[in-house]
């Protein structure tokens, strides 16, 4: 009875010899090459001109124009982007006040409510 170890040699050395021997593998064609028949700087140059158009430039703006009113009419109010100003008045809005209601903690066992104090940065109930 054969070890796993005389099994493993055996696959693969049978596995090398087999993948390194030519003679099993199919002889393949010699690559075509292109020619054009002689006429190659005809298939070298390009048929489309590379020159910018007022049309072209146009046609970029207006795609691009389209796309952004595209996106400002898709995209809801929540998921914008907040800007400088929305920041700023979330800032004046905070700096008033030292101790914000929680709404989503329930009261506790003597029936205060929690607040968050703003100076030490932990959840005190009143």
């Known amino acids: 009875m054969f070890s796993i170890k005389e099994i493993l040699i ?3 050395e049978s596995e090398y010899d087999s ?3 030519l003679s099993e593998r199919r002889l393949f064609s010699e690559p075509k090459i292109y020619t054009a028949k002689g006429d190659i700087e005809s298939k070298t140059k390009s048929e489309s001109s590379d020159k910018i158009t007022a049309a072209g430039v146009a046609n ?3 795609g691009t124009a389209a796309i952004e009113i595209a ?5 809801p109010e929540m ?3 907040a800007t ?14 030292r101790f914000y209601p929680i709404r989503n903690l329930p ?4 029936g205060k409510s929690p607040f968050y104090d703003l100076q030490t940065e932990k959840i005190v109930y009143f």
């Open 60 to 62: 970029t703006a207006l």
């Open 79 to 81: 998921k914008k982007n």
């Open 84 to 97: 400088k100003e929305d920041i700023e008045n979330l800032a004046t809005l905070i700096k008033g006040k």
């Open 71 to 75: 996106k400002k009419i898709a995209t």
């Open 107 to 110: 009261k506790n066992n003597s």
């Open 10 to 12: 055996f696959a693969y």
């Open 19 to 21: 993948a390194y021997d």
